[in-house]
């Protein structure tokens, strides 16, 4: 089925609601699976500096991939919205790290702006999705923030860090999005199911 443009808000509503009717055992098996798969690969072992996310709207928990990444001794960050502005910044995460809700009630590390990196600096950036599909097309929330901070990545002939890992419950997979110009396509996506590659 190929999903047009005027369908993708519909399409975010549909999946948004399957996502949030997983139970709490479904939600911990899944992300259990997806880590124990995603920790043996390269793309995650090799790299020293990886963006995360703090799951929010029955997104696919990362917290057993982020204990991980502690116990290899990597350095972990989640991303920060300046106050202002539409571009993502990466701000370090410690046990230690104290949480603050950012202007969407999303937590984030709370630290001085100039410990904050830039998507180009990570080597690996793990990005929730709302939906993806066989070509690795990925569908957000919405807001653009990700294809805003990684449109650089477009522009190059070869292909450098950041490695861009989509993490999803398998029931996000479409057969195919509509994508749109900006929109910025990933590397692979995890799910509980597989590790897909394009
Ligand atoms: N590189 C860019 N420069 C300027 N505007 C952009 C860029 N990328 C996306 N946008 C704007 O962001 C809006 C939302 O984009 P889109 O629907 O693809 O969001 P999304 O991929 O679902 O969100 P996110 O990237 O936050 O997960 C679009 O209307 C688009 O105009
Ligand atoms: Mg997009």
């Given at each position: 089925?190929?999903?047009?443009s ?18 709490a ?11 124990e ?36 001794k ?9 106050p ?5 910044f ?12 950012n ?8 630290c ?87």
């Open positions: 089925m190929q999903i047009t005027p369908d993708r808000a519909q399409l975010r509503k549909i999946i948004r609601q399957q996502r949030r009717a997983l139970t055992h479904a939600q911990h098996l899944h992300a259990q699976k997806l880590a798969n995603l920790c043996r690969h390269p793309a995650f072992r090799n790299a020293k500096r990886i963006a995360f996310y703090l799951p929010e709207d029955g997104e696919i928990d990362t917290a057993y991939l982020i204990e991980r990444a502690w116990r290899y990597k350095e972990v960050y989640l991303p920060v919205l300046p202002f502005g539409h571009s993502l990466f701000a370090p995460y410690t046990a230690g790290s104290t949480l603050q809700a202007r969407f009630g999303i937590a984030e590390p709370l001085q702006p100039h410990h904050w990196l830039r998507a180009r600096q990570l080597n690996l950036i793990l990005l929730p999705l709302v939906a993806f599909d066989n070509h690795g097309n990925r569908l957000g929330m919405g807001g653009g923030f990700y294809d805003r901070s990684l449109a650089f990545t477009r522009h190059r002939k070869q292909w450098h860090s950041p490695h861009l890992i989509g993490l999803a419950h398998e029931l996000q997979k479409v057969e195919q999005l509509s994508c749109e110009s900006w929109d910025v396509p990933l590397n692979m996506i995890a799910t509980e199911k597989n590790i897909y590659r394009f």
